[in-house]
């Protein structure tokens, strides 16, 4: 009896013992599980109480936050209606030209005549440079450098063996139809460089750089263009200035001119001013760097710059198989250009890229529309396949410079999770700007849980700031989110009021 008393005590403790390790386990996990779901509480309180604030009771305040694991939202807000964007609006055309055009896609310049030259190098007829919409030749492609930006051009001209064009050196820009401006940008955006003219024949961003540097007192100050050849002419009506605090300098190019007044005053304790300008006709200007290029090689333009645009191939067609190419030069691969359109939020370069998916739907289907028309209607089929329902996002340009455009932060929210599972989420991903290490973020939410972490694309206009994209959580969660603040007039923009937002969410403890 004895032993069967041990036998059975044995047994209870064995059971015993698995029972008490079951409830240390299940205390565990509900000890987790409570953690996970006090950090949510937190963060849902938190971001309840800074919306609440009675700064926004004037504004328009949309967030929308869930989980790139579990497919849950945590918090949102308002997250139903329109807003502007802003240049959230990339997000739309980076994604689509992904999806669309590829990784691998480039852009192809060519240069055309209609007969090759003769023995003596002489192009006896006219030298059409035709273009396709590539924002490569620029400074931004180049390691900064300024010069001979269209020599590959002006290389494969020369290799094709033409020493002399009798001919006109005739820039065509016809390759997009419509206006040279995005849907509702407004007049005062025109001649800075976020609002610079859209072609086909595309150098330099479309923008000269300058530089003020002080003369003597009483003196205008020393202007300096980057490039050094330019369309525009300059009426200098600075002053140089001893030091004061109120210096400035001020630039207008009327709409539809290359001539910029230029007024204000520069103090002697200031090293230099640098600023940009738009450039009108940017395709002449095109021609002009080239006939440069061509020269530095050896090679004369005989005849006058001619510009061709979408209207003028209207009434005399472009037939390209009756030219010769006589040479060409291609982009870098479109996941590049997106890379140097997100990071800086480059709109020219936006619109460039909602125009191109246009232009090849147009090609594929023969159509004649509105090229911009054509690529919206291409983004809005795209969205339905990213699952954005129809009415959520109102989008009516490419880089989000219009005052017209609006979406939901729903919808933001909903695109950011289809393109973490799209085949080029990486590169959709890499080419937003990091917290606090570079583009548009370089100089934001540093020194917090976010820097280094939290990938989003900025947006600002007057009165609207708006960040959007993806932060992993200090639980290791991978978070999505869109924040839209509108209608907002308070010193700074709204910048650090939707920082803050951005760094609660690098902050929180969600699992």
Known sequence: ??????????????????????????????????????????????????????????????????????????????????????????????????????????????????????????????????????PSFCARFHQGSYNDLLGPLADKLVASGVKRIEGDLVGDESFFSGPPIGATWTWDDLQSYYGAEVSALTVQDNVVDLVFRPGRVGAPARLTTLPAVTPLVFSNRTETVAARTNAGINLYRPIGENFVHVSGRLGTNVSSVSDSVSVHQPARWFLTLLREALNKRGVKVGGDLRVVNWLDRQVTPLDLKSLVELGSVESPPLAEMVHHMMKPSQNLYAQLLLLQVGKQVETARNASLNTEDIGLAELQKFLAEAGVRKGEALIEEGSGLSRGALVTPHATAT???????????????????????????????????????????????????????????????????????????????GRAEVDALGEMLAESVTR
Not at 61 to 80: D, P, Q
Not at 419 to 433: N, T, V
Not at 445 to 456: D, E, I, P, Q, V
Request: proline share 2%; hydrophobic share 45%; charged share 20%.
């Open 1 to 134: 009896m004895n032993a069967g008393l041990s036998g059975m005590s044995l047994q209870s403790r064995g059971r015993a013992v698995l029972l008490t390790v079951a409830a240390v386990f299940w205390l565990c996990v509900v000890s987790v599980q409570a953690v996970a779901t006090n950090g949510l509480l937190a963060l849902q309180e938190r971001l309840s109480n800074h919306v609440a604030q009675a700064r926004f009771a004037a504004a328009m305040l949309g967030i929308k936050v869930g989980s790139l694991e579990n497919g849950k939202t945590y918090f949102e807000h308002n997250s139903r209606k329109l807003l502007k964007p802003a240049s959230n609006n990339k997000l739309y055309t980076g994604a689509l030209a992904l999806d669309r055009l590829g990784p691998e896609f480039r852009i192809k310049t060519s240069l055309l005549a209609a007969a090759r030259p003769d023995a003596e190098g002489a192009l006896r007829c006219d030298l059409i440079v035709y273009g396709r919409g590539d």
């Open 415 to 493: 695109l950011l999770r289809y393109m973490d599972k799209h085949r080029h989420a990486g590169l959709f991903r890499d080419s937003l700007p990091i917290a606090g290490v570079d583009g548009t973020l370089k100089n934001r939410l540093k020194s917090t849980a976010a820097t280094g972490n939290l990938r989003a694309k900025t947006g600002t206009l007057r009165y609207v700031n708006t960040l959007s994209g993806y932060v992993t959580n200090r639980s290791g969660e991978r978070l999505v989110f869109s924040i839209m603040l509108n209608n907002f007039g308070a010193a700074g923009g």
